[in-house]
């Protein structure tokens, strides 16, 4: 046996019948549905040896934790877990189309309050049970029809369009924040723009928000209701792309940047197209993009403001050029002289305007004596052989 908990069975009053009685009760409850563990919702009546008290036993396996001790959380799981058993054997009962049959199921999901729902088994695994079923809510506190109420939670799809909210496009891919009735949670729209959020209790509080807006401008509130249409508002985001060229319009590739955004700073490399993407920023965000100097001064920084519909940014490097050699300084002229040349005739006496034909260097020249019979070759580079002849 699995007791889920004992009680005083003075303490207790049944609406279908005794202590004594409450067991062939349960009996007949589990016989209504021999291929269904519908009934196993309801904890087994069993008077202990004393015959003084009664324990409750349930037919799953695992520990038992009565509602007032559950956490939020588990409060809710629990409500979800008992409209789901409930409703699986309110709708095994009506397949019996017996009116008798429908009205003693619903006396026996009579209990005086949500004390007595409890949590059996773990994880994927558990089921609500209930004790005390068939009791007489005429005590304090006590509310008739507790369980039945539980029939009454229709939970329902919502279906959210997830646009940016400048003009108003699909947003796919956003992250988004909910809060169901108080419980939080998080979806991410789909290629198309739109979030799904499953079994949604009809005319729940539910709010949403971007995930990235920290300061929740963009918070919007619904009310679940059948077939209702929703829209949430985020901000405009999209993949900034950057370019790095040259002065003179050259693609640099294999440029390694730095970009600080959002109190964050990412490395990033030029691909072969000299492109860097940074995905998924907010419009408006500034970026700083800068490379690492040796000194750890930032280098070549370029800031931006981003904005989605700016398809392409471009950094623009400094073109380095390389300083052409200095030639090295022309070498000196030749030193050069004036060469004298004195025509005489066989006397020994100068010979004035005589014709003298000298050659060096490849070249020749006719000079002429004066009147004391010189003649002058000037600017004669030093070592230079010259010919020289005086015409007769």
């Keep these: 046996m699995n007791i889920v908990s004992t009680k005083e069975i003075s303490d207790i009053r049944y609406l279908l019948g005794s202590s004594v009685t409450a067991p062939n009760m349960y009996r007949q409850i589990r016989a209504t549905f021999p291929d269904s563990n519908v009934y196993m919702i309801f904890a087994e009546p069993i ?43 309110v709708n095994a009962v009506k397949k019996f189309n017996d009116n008798s049959i429908v009205e003693f199921m619903n006396n026996c999901m009579e209990i005086p309050t ?11 695994d558990r089921h609500a049970v ?15 029809g507790l369980l ?12 959210f369009s997830v646009v940016y909210n400048d003009d108003l496009t699909p947003a796919p891919f956003e992250d988004v924040l909910f809060e169901v009735d108080g419980k939080p949670m998080s979806a991410k729209s789909d290629a198309e723009g739109v979030i799904t959020l499953e079994k949604i209790k009809e005319n729940a509080f539910v709010k949403a928000w971007d995930a990235q807006d920290d300061e929740k401008k963009t918070l919007q509130t619904y009310n679940c209701y059948p077939d209702g249409k929703y829209t949430i508002k985020v901000i405009p985001k999209g993949d900034m792309k950057v370019q790095v060229v040259d002065q003179d319009g050259n693609i640099q590739s294999n440029v390694t940047f730095l970009f600080t955004y959002n109190e964050q700073t990412i490395q990033a490399v030029s691909n072969a197209d000299g492109i860097i993407t940074i995905e998924r920023l907010k419009n408006g965000t500034k970026v700083e993009a800068y ?38 300084p022309p070498p000196p002229p030749p030193e050069t002289h004036n060469m004298r040349f004195k025509v005489v005739d066989e006397k020994n006496n100068v010979v004035k305007s ?18 004391e019979g010189y003649a002058e070759l000037k600017d004669v580079p030093l070592g230079t052989v010259v010919e020289a002849k005086a015409k007769k």
Excluded: H
């Design 291 to 328: 490379q690492n100097g040796e000194t750890g001064t930032r280098e070549n920084l370029n800031t931006f403001i981003f904005d989605r519909k700016t398809p392409l940014y471009k950094i623009v490097l400094p073109v380095i050029k390389v300083a052409e050699p200095t030639p090295p």
């Design 354 to 371: 005589a014709e003298i034909t000298v050659k060096y260097n490849g070249k020749t020249e006719t000079l002429w004596t004066d009147a």
């Design 47 to 89: 008077v202990l040896e004393d015959g003084r008290k009664i324990a409750w036993s349930s037919s799953y396996p695992g520990g038992a934790v009565c509602y007032s001790r559950l956490s939020d959380e588990d409060k809710s799981e629990a409500q979800d877990i008992l409209s789901r058993d409930m409703n699986a054997l």
């Design 148 to 159: 039945i109420k539980f029939l009454n939670i229709r939970k329902i799809p919502m279906k």
């Design 130 to 144: 209930i004790t005390e079923w068939g009791f007489v809510p005429d005590t304090p506190g006590a509310e008739k």
């Design 114 to 124: 949500l004390d007595d729902v409890y949590l059996v088994g773990a994880g994927p």
